[in-house]
């Protein structure tokens, strides 16, 4: 597992987290059983599925998962 933090200062009080998952078909499951809206995971260059959220505060939550 792995987690990528992006500070930005242009972008103060908004933040970004990346959660590497192992199954993003599995991670979008949980979160509309939570109740979360998601949309389309999109994929990266074949290397890599991204799902893009964000927290009521307006804060990036993306989930990734490693493809290959």
Do not use: C
């Not at 590497?20 to 998601?38: C, F, K, M, Q, S």
């Not at 804060?59 to 290959?68: D, I, W, Y």
């Amino acid at each position: 597992a792995w987690l990528q933090l992006v500070a930005d200062e242009t972008r103060a009080g908004r933040s970004a987290v990346r959660l590497g998952v192992p199954d993003l078909t599995e991670t979008i499951a949980a979160l509309a059983d939570y109740g979360v809206e998601v949309g389309q995971p999109q994929v990266i260059a074949d290397l890599v599925a991204v799902l893009d959220i964000a927290d009521l505060d307006g804060n990036e939550v993306s989930f990734v998962q490693e493809l290959g």
